[in-house]
């Protein structure tokens, strides 16, 4: 489990019994380049660590633990299936949050460097042994749970609610969508909607981006397959991957490429969708606003729900 955030580490470090032990804490709770180098995407210290660390002397119970601790928050993901397909069913897009951390030997080091010699640090690295000069592995508790612990058959407690994509009711309508990396999750519920659907759907374009091809195109085979059926459920697939030529391309510059068609698809009533990252999605709105003429036009189009967006 990562660190808890900065209150409940204060909370944490009154309970400390043994001075050297919270002094050190306390002041580095103050001081913002030593807590972020412990606590941000570099150090990410565990709470067990930070336990083993700050906190052997502590005394509290099971009660007073959980008190202190933050509930975990509930994750949304985006659903990636059809209820037309199989409304027994839900599907959902996740990938495994799994990065490299500095070894514990080496991040306390760089605290000391700081000014701040940790009481328990030469306890600690000598009770870990080999494995204190050896990278962390940082792994997402959520997606770690559901790639990794999770089995057929095993309850999990969900909420589901309604979606802000929703596709248009007329078959006819032109349906325009952009997403990058995971957030392709909602545009494959979406083709498999339109499989469902006998691929009634007249227009549907699907603009994709993602780092290599070989790597991380997710779904490659579905869509292919959708682009192959007959009729086809998905009518054109535009692809972009950013790290396979020198100069990086991304969605947004797809989208650029085709903007006289896409100003066309508009008048013609298209729907558009967008989902992925907030500075991907900041950029195709520029695109779509160059595209279209005016910030005006966007604006009315999210508000008659015509242009909706899914970022985070």
């Known amino acids: 489990m990562q660190l808890p955030q900065r209150l409940p580490q204060k909370k944490f470090a009154s309970l ?15 001081d913002r380049e030593a807590y972020q180098l412990l606590t941000g995407e570099k150090g990410r210290l565990s709470l067990r660590e930070f336990f083993e660390l700050f906190l052997t002397s502590a005394e ?27 409304p027994s ?30 009481p328990r640090a030469s306890a600690y690295l000598q009770k870990l042994g080999a494995e204190a000069s050896k990278p962390r592995r940082f792994r997402g508790l959520c997606t ?32 325009i969508m952009l997403g990058a990396g995971t957030g392709l ?8 909607e339109f499989r469902a659907e006998s691929g009634s759907r007249t227009r549907t374009l699907l603009f994709f981006g993602c780092q290599k091809s070989d790597q991380d195109f997710i779904y490659k085979e579905e869509l292919e397959d959708a682009l ?61 606003v160059a595209a279209l003429g005016s910030t005006d036009y966007v604006d009315r189009l999210q508000t008659e729900q015509r242009y909706v967006e899914e970022l985070w």
Do not use: N
């Open 16 to 30: 400390a019994r043994d001075e050297d032990d919270r002094a050190v804490l306390e002041a580095i709770l103050q």
């Open 60 to 86: 509290l119970d099971l009660a007073t633990f959980l008190q202190l601790c933050p509930r975990q928050k509930s994750r949304p993901y985006t659903i990636a299936s059809s209820s037309k397909e199989d």
């Open 89 to 118: 069913k839900i599907g959902i897009c996740v990938s495994l949050v799994q990065e490299e951390s500095p070894a514990l030997e080496g991040l306390l080091q760089e605290v000391a460097q700081l000014g701040y010699t940790i």
């Open 144 to 175: 770690q749970m559901l790639c990794t612990k999770t089995t057929r058959g095993q309850k999990l407690w969900i909420y589901a609610r309604a979606s802000s994509f929703r596709l248009p009711r007329r078959t006819t309508t032109p349906v």
């Open 185 to 192: 999750a909602p545009f494959r519920a979406f083709v498999r």
């Open 228 to 288: 192959k059926s007959e009729p086809p459920a998905l009518k054109e697939l535009v692809t972009a991957f950013s790290r396979e030529q020198e100069e990086k391309v991304y969605v947004q510059h797809r989208l650029k490429e085709r903007a006289a068609e896409i100003k066309q698809l508009v008048a013609d009533g298209a729907y558009i969708f967008v989902c992925g990252a907030v500075g991907m999605g900041k950029e195709v709105r520029q695109e779509l």
